[in-house]
């Protein structure tokens, strides 16, 4: 199954350097979800080849501009593009006021509907899930209300084994899959471990966009098996960052090491640097499995 990320944008505040605000694109399943919206989203999306429309759900983990500014933009151009499915958005409330408010004064009645979900910034809770995955929040510590995301697939069915299966009946499938034994009307027992092979362990990805560093949210992304965390400042601002509620990349490397994620990526950065290759450095230094949040890059989560 598909469990990949692709970095939209990843720069915090303005865009520079080619680099976008915050938007990175979930795919689970040939499911697309959205993570954040900044300024020039749709630009990025067909940029990297993705169709807009084929995104059914939104994350925004809070309303400072970089991470929703695109978000009014890409909801008109799909009901501009004759859009039905309903989408859902899951933010925290007063950005519905922000849609509605846009939506009125430019006489748009959406074709399609939008589902809500006000996100409560006070309290981790699962607010998401489907056949192939939980969505949990991760309550972050930053200037205003803010939560990240933690998406985490179910466990999945055991595999048959193809060669062993064709000489039964298809009914049975099912059954086998589940890890259950089935007796057939002979009295024989066919064993689940006899014709299937255990799933795939189910694999996590928490994004962790904007905070300071704080032990209070570790318990939420504890063993995720990729964590995105922002890295805004080197750790000689860490002062300023401290200031603006923000990471440092040597933070962020902690994190990943003390929370026990398997691979790091890190993001939106300050507009101050021109190339990265030392934010990247610095997460290294404590936390080798490190790689930039570039845009136009997938990684398999
Ligand atoms: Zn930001
Ligand atoms: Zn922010």
Redesign the pocket.
């Known amino acids: 199954m598909k469990f990949e990320v692709t970095i939209l944008g990843s720069s915090?505040?303005t865009p520079v350097f080619n680099r976008n605000?915050?938007a990175q694109l979930l795919n689970c399943n040939e499911k697309f979800y959205l993570i954040?919206c900044?300024e020039g989203t749709q630009q990025q999306l067909t940029k990297y080849n993705f169709k807009a429309a084929r995104i059914d759900y939104i994350f925004i983990?809070?309303l400072?501009?970089?991470?929703y500014f695109g978000l009014i933009g890409l909801l008109s151009s799909l009901h501009l593009n004759g859009r039905i499915k309903p989408m859902q958005i899951f933010a925290p409330k007063p950005l519905l006021e922000i849609l509605e408010i846009q939506f009125k004064y430019s006489d748009t009645k959406l074709r399609y509907q939008l589902d809500f979900f006000p996100i409560e910034a006070n309290e981790s809770q699962q607010i998401f899930e489907n056949g192939d995955l939980i969505v949990k929040t991760i309550i972050l510590n930053?200037r205003i209300p803010t939560t990240g995301f933690s998406f985490e697939q179910k466990q999945r069915q055991r595999k048959l084994i193809k060669e062993k299966t064709d000489e039964i009946p298809m009914a049975y499938y099912t059954a086998l899959k589940k890890g259950i034994d089935v007796e057939l009307p002979n009295g024989e027992i066919l064993k689940s471990e006899d014709y299937t092979t255990p799933a795939e362990p189910p694999r996590s990805y928490a994004y962790c966009?904007?905070t300071m560093f704080d032990e209070r949210y570790f318990a939420t992304i504890k063993d995720c098996d990729t964590l995105y965390h922002?890295a805004?400042f080197m750790h000689d601002l860490l002062d300023r960052a401290n200031e603006t509620h923000?990471t440092t990349a040597l933070q962020a490397g902690e994190i990943a090491k003390i929370i026990g994620a398997k691979k790091l990526l890190i993001g939106?950065f300050s507009s101050r640097y021109k190339t990265l290759q030392m934010l990247l450095e610095e997460a290294q230094s404590v936390f080798e499995n490190t790689e930039l949040a570039i845009e136009g890059r997938t990684f398999q989560l």
């Open positions: 915090s505040a605000p915050s954040d900044g983990s809070h400072h501009g970089d991470h930053h966009s904007d922002e805004t923000h939106h």
